[in-house]
């Protein structure tokens, strides 16, 4: 299986083409074997019993962190929906739709980012040595994001980056309503950046289902109810988190 | 690219039944080729820019022969001559604009060898792609077509999406303007397709130029009664009278009450990878009688929404004029 395709330039020199598509159903299925590998594992675990989602509550997600998360949740769904069915055979006009969607995305991101410097969330998602330990020792509770969560945010935001880059670069190789397609892009350039937007979109398939995966977790879900709802019960909070590390606001 | 002006080392399958081309249809997928008149095959064969694993010869399949009367019109089998179509009774007296188109396809000697499935199946002319680039038709990640030193007189001015390459179809302007339906079948049954879905555009699918799936032939068309006997006007404008393809044409079918047009199709050939209807002119005639008045009145509506290329400006008063020549009756 080849990891990218070539092709022959309009000078006959052998340039890069783009990733190879066949790469998609193994990232699918390595993700979908990761998946039943770590449902064995967990089922296997014992487990006490699940803290209660009753009584006091404290604030886990603000309102506007939970609208970026799912308008950018949305803009990725359209986004993979309109760039893969058409490759695996399912057509429709889907250019449009997905860079409309692709702009969104962009001007979440980029809004989640500022938005994360001035609030000073941006130290609690980030990737340390530290969390490499906590990770290893099964006895200490997170912060507010485990490092699990930590790893999976910052894969995803490499990979979005990846994904928009070469997208804006790709935009600007069609006619828009705002511009005309050049055509001035060196071919063998040309294919490099179709290589990293599919490489990356490739590992944004395998890391969302994974994503999707933990999220649907019955010992994750509450995780998820804050993501819709906003709060966390104090009962999940000490179930699963360190009071000393994050102490977030009550709410009702 | 070399031209080697003889036909590459490639299978040959002669069925004389529909069933056995369908089976083969069906094995050979991507890598099987079908024949019809063999107009548009023996290009991309010689100049190997297409290179089937086997050719499926549906010349020998009597079933795919033939105009015959339906309860709704008329049925062509695909693997019909033009120049069959061009000499029928029924045709000439019902669906004169099918006529008219099939009669300006190339050449006296190609029509007598080539098919209407064959006319409505074949690939652009677009020369990028058919020397064989690896432009987005052929499954790259560009067209060299639209560039600010590309040759594009004869490609698109409405209708592109990364590729600017135009259906080279006569009789696809004149069968959507008739509203036929397109019969194809596979192994897993028969479905038709209406004329103006069977032609697809690159925002849907950048590599062919119809709906038709691998595994899939063309076996019929069929022109329903609604449009027989009405007004018609076709007309195509070429670099040459005879052997070239359209700069632009057009196919209009009308139905008059009276002097007073009521229901119309206009649809233009070259203009756009599908054949492009003027469904803004069609609603700006209704009412409207044949004359040169209406004719000044709609002209202009022809072009709205194009976008021509560096080379190609001169379609757009060309697709006004033949409206203009289509309504002064």
Redesign the interface.
């Known amino acids: 299986m080849d990891i990218a395709t070539y092709?022959?330039?309009?000078w006959g020199q052998e340039v890069l083409?783009?990733v190879s598509w066949d790469l998609l159903w193994l990232v699918i299925v390595a993700a979908f074997v990761a998946i039943a590998l770590h449902a064995i594992y967990e089922a296997m675990q014992k487990r006490g019993d699940k803290p209660s989602a009753d009584g006091e509550r404290v604030s886990r997600h603000g309102a506007l962190n939970r609208a970026y998360h799912w308008v950018m949740a949305a803009s990725i769904f359209v986004l993979l929906v309109t760039g893969i069915f058409?490759i695996v055979g399912l057509?429709?006009?889907?250019?449009?739709i997905h860079w409309i969607a692709g702009i969104v995305l962009t001007v979440i991101v980029a809004a989640h980012i500022l938005m994360s410097l001035f609030s000073g969330e941006l130290g609690s998602m980030s990737v340390g040595p530290g969390d490499v330990k906590e990770a290893l020792d099964g006895n200490t509770k997170p912060g507010k994001y485990s490092p699990a969560q930590k790893s999976m945010h910052a894969v995803i935001t490499v990979l979005t980056f990846l994904v928009i880059g070469s997208g804006i670069l790709m935009f600007l190789?069609?006619?828009t309503p705002w511009w005309d397609?050049?055509?001035?892009m060196a071919?063998g350039m040309?294919?490099l950046v179709?290589f990293i937007h599919g490489i990356s979109t490739l590992g944004l398939v395998g890391v969302i289902c994974l994503h999707v995966y933990f999220a649907l977790r019955p010992e994750k879900l509450f995780y998820t109810r804050s993501m819709i709802k906003g709060w966390i019960s104090k009962d999940e909070l000490a179930a699963n988190h360190d009071p000393q590390r994050w102490t977030p606001d009550e709410t009702t | 690219m070399a031209s080697f002006d003889v036909m590459p080392d490639v299978q040959l399958y002669q069925p004389v039944e529909l069933d056995d081309a369908l089976n083969l249809a069906d094995e050979l997928g991507d890598e099987g080729w079908l024949l019809g008149g063999g107009q548009d095959t023996y290009g991309w064969l010689k100049d190997r820019a297409k290179q089937p694993r086997a050719m499926i010869d549906l010349n020998g399949i009597e079933a795919l022969h033939g105009i015959s009367e339906t309860n709704d019109g008329i049925e062509i089998g695909a693997a019909t001559t033009l120049r069959e179509i061009i000499r029928d009774e029924r045709v000439n007296r019902d669906y004169s604009l099918l006529v008219e188109a099939a009669g300006r396809v190339a050449s006296p000697q190609i029509r007598n060898v080539g098919t209407l499935g064959g006319n409505l199946s074949q690939d652009t002319r677009c020369w990028y792609y058919r020397r064989g680039l690896d432009c987005y038709r052929a499954g790259g990640n560009i067209c060299y077509a639209n560039g600010p030193e590309s040759m594009n007189r004869e490609h698109a001015v409405i209708g592109a999406s990364r590729c600017v390459a135009v259906s080279p179809s006569d009789t696809a302007t004149a069968l959507v303007a008739l509203e036929a339906t397109m019969v194809a079948r596979s192994v897993k049954g028969e479905r038709t397709i209406a004329a103006e879905d069977f032609f697809v555009g690159p925002d849907t699918h950048i590599t062919q130029m119809t709906s038709l799936k691998a595994g899939e032939i063309l076996t019929a068309v069929r022109i329903p009664a609604k449009w027989a006997g009405k007004k018609f006007y076709f007309e195509k404008v070429a670099d040459r009278d005879v052997w070239d393809f359209a700069l632009v044409s057009i196919a209009v079918a009308m139905s008059m009450d009276g002097d007073t047009i009521g229901d119309s199709r206009f649809v233009c050939g070259g203009v756009a990878c599908t054949p492009h209807r003027l469904t803004n002119v069609e609603r700006a005639v209704r009412g409207k009688s044949l004359s040169e008045e209406s004719a000044e009145a709609v002209a202009p509506m022809a072009s709205e929404g194009t976008k021509p290329l560096n080379y190609n400006h001169f379609k757009l008063p060309l697709m006004e004029n033949l409206v203009r020549r289509a309504m002064r009756g």
């Open positions: 092709k022959d330039d309009v083409r783009g058409p057509e429709f006009a889907w250019l449009e190789q069609i006619d397609r050049t055509n001035s071919e040309l294919g179709f």
